[in-house]
């Protein structure tokens, strides 16, 4: 099920769906995967989400962020800054409900790997 959660946020990122579709197809993915036994969503909730940034000049960054935080961030953090107006263009086309399907779906793995043409790379995963 991991595979085909991955598939329809690639076809979002992509552009071949929109994120209303992209969300109705996760739906649908999370009621096929409906009988997940409790025990394996908690320990996927004991997750961690890392951001790891290597820059050519040497401005690295690591975050690793608990999947239970992330997840609670969202629904909070969303919402807050939607009401900001200097943050209002950041996060006004942003699905929070896409990316809580996501970490309910349990996505894994890499979700993020840029290299850009001077060096700099970023990687967001899930372990």
Same mark, same amino acid.
Do not use: C, F, W
């Given at each position: 099920?991991?595979e085909?959660?991955t ?20 739906s649908?993915?999370?009621e ?8 394996k969503?908690?320990?996927?909730l004991?997750?961690?989400l890392? $951001? ?14 608990p ?26 086309d ?14 894994d793995?890499? $979700?993020?790997d840029?290299?850009?043409a001077?060096?700099?790379t ?6």
């Amino acid at each position: 099920m991991k595979e085909e959660i991955t598939k329809v946020l690639t076809m979002i990122q992509e552009g071949k769906i929109d994120s209303e579709k992209g969300a109705e197809l996760l739906s649908v993915l999370k009621e096929k995967g409906a009988d997940l036994e409790p025990k394996k969503l908690n320990k996927y909730l004991d997750k961690t989400l890392k $951001i790891r940034v290597v820059s050519k000049e040497n401005d690295n960054v690591n975050v690793n962020v608990p999947i239970k935080l992330v997840k609670a961030i969202l629904k909070t953090g969303h919402s807050i800054a939607a009401s900001i107006p200097q943050s209002q263009q950041y996060v006004k086309d942003l699905d929070i409900n896409l990316l809580i399907d996501a970490i309910e779906n349990e996505l894994d793995g890499n $979700i993020v790997d840029i290299q850009s043409a001077n060096g700099d790379t970023v990687k967001v995963t899930i372990e």
